[in-house]
């Protein structure tokens, strides 16, 4: 049994990496074009694990089955970017960095406001499926980056996308009006190709063979499927003719 980690892009140019929890530790599928994979996504979930320092990651210890989310209480409380991810200041061992920034990110037709290192600032657009995006600030700290974005949020701008937006037709005008209406003089730089799905599902097979990965989403030219933190990659279970 595995649970979905995460889609990892380590470079704009490099294809993505589908990383799973396992009992035994993590394990990487590459998905590169053309891959078949007997999966299905369930509505089951299991622990991921926690970070215990900066870009490493310990399995739970028992592989824990949970309600929702993607960590059990016990390695959330262990994650050095629990209060980050809550909004609540810089991770632990990192405070007062002058090394974050702050960005805006065009998704589909919405626009959102986040935060990140500067070093990591690309990846962390890939693993959100940006179309076009701007940074805006840089040379923070990560309390004073909050506290920008915050202040952004405050003027109507949001911190977070649904995935069914990130399939939808990008117009690229709209990232640069909201910058010119905000104030700022910045450029603005797109980042991920079309998705090229109609319809996008949460569970169920894994869409196959792949043709597109945008951010956490996987396509296969016409369904493209949401790969969610936590959700459990089962076998694909045969159905019988009575379900169609």
């Known amino acids: ?24 530790g993590y394990k990487d599928i590459v998905l590169e074009p053309g891959l078949e994979l ?14 215990s320092e900066r870009g490493k990651m310990e399995s739970c210890t028992d592989f824990r089955e949970i309600d929702s989310g993607d960590q059990c209480p016990e390695c959330r409380r262990k994650d050095i970017y629990t209060g980050w991810r ?45 179309d076009y995006t701007s940074e805006i600030h840089s040379g923070l700290t990560a309390e004073d980056a909050l506290e920008k974005e ?12 649904r995935k069914e937006h990130k399939i939808k037709e990008t117009d690229s005008q709209l990232l640069e009006s909201k910058i010119e209406e905000l104030g700022y003089n910045v450029e603005t ?26 951010g956490q989403i996987v396509s296969n030219g016409s369904v493209g499927l ?9 076998e694909r279970v045969q159905r019988g003719l009575e379900e169609y």
């Open 38 to 51: 007997d999966y299905e996504v369930m509505d089951e979930r299991r622990c991921v694990g926690y970070h």
């Open 1 to 24: 049994m595995k649970s979905i980690v995460k889609v990892v892009w380590s470079g704009r140019n490099e294809t993505p990496v589908l990383r799973v929890a396992t009992e035994d």
């Open 150 to 161: 915050k202040e952004l949020s405050g003027k109507g701008i949001t911190e977070r996308i």
């Open 86 to 130: 809550t909004g609540n200041g810089a991770p632990d061992g990192m405070e007062g960095e002058a090394n974050y920034s702050v960005y805006l990110a065009q998704c589909g037709d919405h626009v959102k406001v986040g935060v990140a290192r500067t070093s990591r600032l690309e990846k962390r657009w890939l693993e959100q499926g940006a």
């Open 226 to 234: 949401a790969l969610t933190s936590g959700k459990v990659l089962g």
């Open 189 to 214: 730089q797109k980042v991920s190709p079309k998705i090229n799905c109609r319809k996008l599902t949460r569970t169920g097979r894994f869409p196959t063979p792949v043709k597109h990965v945008k």
